[in-house]
């Protein structure tokens, strides 16, 4: 229990983050947002090697599901660092940046959420560890209320042209015309959807 806390309180740096690109500008609490990410690897990897209850499942489920888990970390190590202009999010305490709304933005205004809920679902499973399932529930509802503080009072401020794009993008879950500018903005030719 003690590691779900530890996951759940890592989600105050991410919003002393967000805090910093709006009150203080201050390029040194920059590093609060990898300071959460490093905790919560913390918290995942704690459960993964404590010896807390397993249940079994057929080792070939349990690799699938971790190869759904690993890609399902790439994709939202791929949507928060690398589809993102990297300085502009991370370093830079300019107060207003450009909202992107190609690729995974297209999609839906939070990508990383959906990867990180998958990412841990599988990892669940794969492990085997029910902790790993509360875990994953409980961070997945601390990074839903991040994301819904971030939309509704930082990116606002900080990125311009937000208020459109919260017009024309969905939050969390893609739909068919997100999935269509989706497809489009990576240069794909869709058909019927």
């Known amino acids: 229990m003690a590691y779900i806390l530890m996951g759940c309180l890592a989600f105050i740096f991410p919003l002393i983050f967000d805090i910093n690109k709006i009150r203080f500008l201050n390029k040194y609490l920059n590093i609060s947002f990898a300071i959460g990410i490093i905790i919560l690897a913390f918290s995942t990897l704690g459960i993964l090697i404590s010896d807390f209850e397993r249940f079994e499942i057929n ?21 928060l660092f690398f589809a993102l202009p990297f300085s502009k999010t991370y370093t830079d305490v300019e107060k207003k ?17 959906i990867w990180f809920a998958f990412f841990y679902l599988f990892l669940w499973i794969a492990s085997g560890k029910m902790m790993m399932l509360w875990a994953g529930i409980a961070w997945t509802i601390m990074d839903i209320v991040h ?34 500018r989706y497809l489009s903005s990576c240069g794909i030719k869709n058909r019927k959807i």
């Open 97 to 113: 940046n450009l909202v992107i709304d190609t690729g995974m933005y297209a999609l839906c205004r939070h990508p990383g959420v």
């Open 147 to 180: 994301v819904y503080i971030q939309d509704n009072w930082f990116f606002p401020h900080t990125l311009e042209g937000y208020n459109t794009y919260k017009s024309r993008v969905p939050f969390l879950i893609p739909n068919r015309v997100s999935t269509r």
């Open 59 to 79: 080792n070939i489920f349990r690799l699938l599901a971790g190869l759904v888990s690993t890609v399902s970390l790439l994709l939202m190590i791929y949507a």
